[in-house]
């Protein structure tokens, strides 16, 4: 009887994403202005659940599941605001993405300004530091606006993943303060870790108008490898939303007890913490094309034994259910939001 109810408790949370579900996903740019220069643009991908038939485009070095501007499909969807990682790119998690898209919500992927895999003005800036977040709030917001997607929005259910430094950008977009003296603590204790101490562990301090900005509407947060470095207990207490991390336990880029591992203990709402055996740093990024294998190897290689497919398979079933059980599924066209 137990396991009985355990199976229609399971059945009911995934219903509303399996009956709502829209097999075509949609690709849409958005276009904004960047809250830190007014003057400079903010770039942004949308996908969503679209009409008509699935199709596929080529962006980049990837083949993404989605078509350019296909038509909203009926019904109000909660968004999931993706932050990648340092020198990265929206579509290095576009599978996750469509995935999510598929199953009933509107993602966004912001590209950086400033700290994206063409454009490396902001690296190891307080400016980015505190600027990325406020990116991602903005693009919360073009949302709300833009003629193909507002119809389509439920503002009030936001949700936000994020990758590497990415996770460090929505825990601060969910409340955390950062402290910029624990990065040059670490990097007194560890100096070698050149990713996090090529600057010896002092962030510039470019701007002095900016400071850790919360976002409200945020609901729940999934993070991948996070960068955690500058949170303590303290800092993290303002965070009261559900959490999912993933991490690997064979991360040679953020060490785990430092990042990971130190989130799932010091969060004041536990979070759902799932560490992956012989995982390196980059599994996290969609399964490389051949394209990208052939000028970045060392972002394709997984250990022996690691099967990239199959994690980001597991790793999309999971965010689905995650974010239906925190932010709800889709809606028909008579609930209420916006």
């Known amino acids: 009887m137990v396991r009985l109810s355990a199976i229609l408790a ?17 690709m849409h740019w958005l276009a904004l ?9 903010l770039n942004a991908v949308a996908f969503y659940p679209a009409q008509g038939r ?36 929206p579509f290095a998690h576009h599978d996750l993405a469509t995935a999510l898209a598929k199953a009933g919500f509107i993602v966004v992927a912001v590209l950086h ?12 800036t307080f400016s980015n530091l505190y600027g990325r977040p406020l990116q991602l709030s903005a693009a919360i917001d073009s949302v709300q ?7 389509g ?40 870790d050149q990713d996090a101490c090529g600057s010896g562990g002092a962030l510039i301090p470019d701007r002095d108008d900016l400071s850790a900005f919360a976002d409200p509407r945020v609901g729940a947060v999934m993070l991948m490898a996070p960068l955690a470095l500058m949170f303590d207990r303290k800092g993290l207490e303002p965070v009261r939303v559900p959490v999912l991390i993933y991490s690997g336990d064979a991360d040679r880029i953020l060490q785990l007890e430092q990042n990971a591992a130190a989130l799932a203990q010091q969060l004041p709402i536990p979070p759902d913490f799932r560490l992956l055996p012989g995982a390196g740093h980059f599994v996290f990024m969609a399964p490389c094309p051949e394209a990208l294998e052939a000028v970045a190897p060392h972002v394709c290689e997984d250990a022996d034994g690691v099967d990239r497919n199959a994690i980001h398979e597991r790793l999309s079933v999971e965010a689905v259910r995650f974010f239906s059980r925190t932010l709800g599924g889709s809606q028909p066209d008579s609930a209420g939001g916006g």
Do not use: K
């Open 33 to 41: 202005a960047d809250p830190l220069v007014e003057s400079q643009p």
């Open 113 to 124: 300004t400033g700290d994206n895999y063409q454009d490396r003005s902001r690296a190891g």
């Open 153 to 192: 929005l439920d503002s009030r259910r936001v949700g936000v993943i994020g990758y590497s430094a990415g996770g460090e950008s929505a825990l601060i977009l969910a409340g955390a303060q950062p402290e910029p003296e624990r990065l040059r603590a670490y990097c007194r204790q560890w100096p070698d």
């Open 54 to 89: 699935p199709r596929s485009s080529e962006v980049d070095v990837y083949r993404v599941d989605a078509a350019q501007d296909a038509p909203l499909a009926a019904g109000r969807f909660p968004l999931v605001v993706i932050s990648h990682g340092n020198n990265g790119s």
């Open 145 to 151: 606006s833009d003629p193909l997607l507002m119809a």
């Open 10 to 26: 399971l059945m009911a949370l995934l219903a509303p994403v399996a009956a709502l579900s829209a097999p075509a996903v949609g």
